[in-house]
């Protein structure tokens, strides 16, 4: 089983402070993402930027890196509408795994036996490139520029859009 690196396993909740006010988020999941994805699109333009994701991925690394705090992690999620275990890129290995695993479930089910060993390279390595490409699609997220975070931040709280 290959292990998924691209998350917080238990996410506790945190507190922000912004412009003297502090503000309790408690999980991505609880928020209403419709109603985040209506603020995103009234943002303006310039306060959004592309970042590109390397392998495995450490959320609480790139908001760190990005914002200065672990904790924005979930604004990555819930502005991409993106699944943390899924749909972020992961490394040769572990699509490899994905590949292997697919393949082997598909001839289980639809062949039994009674499919030669080439014909089963042919399969993984189908899904292979399936993966990768996938793989390719989900390494740019969308990202608020580390300039407008507060503003972004505290405006989202006006409109009732974090908790």
Known sequence: MAYLKNTIINFDNSDHTILNTTYSVEDYRSLNLNKILDYIEVC????FDWYQLQ??????KVALDLYGNPDYWD?????NGRNPLLDLPFDFDV?????????????????GKDLSESTKLELIDSYRKKFQTRNEELRVIRIVKPSMIQKFLQKGYEEGCFK
């Open 44 to 47: 303006e333009d310039n306060m």
């Open 95 to 111: 699509l490899e795994s994905f590949s292997e695993s697919k393949a082997q479930s598909y001839v289980d089910k639809v062949y």
């Open 75 to 79: 604004i990555l999620i819930a502005i």
């Open 55 to 60: 392998n495995n991925a450490n959320l609480e």
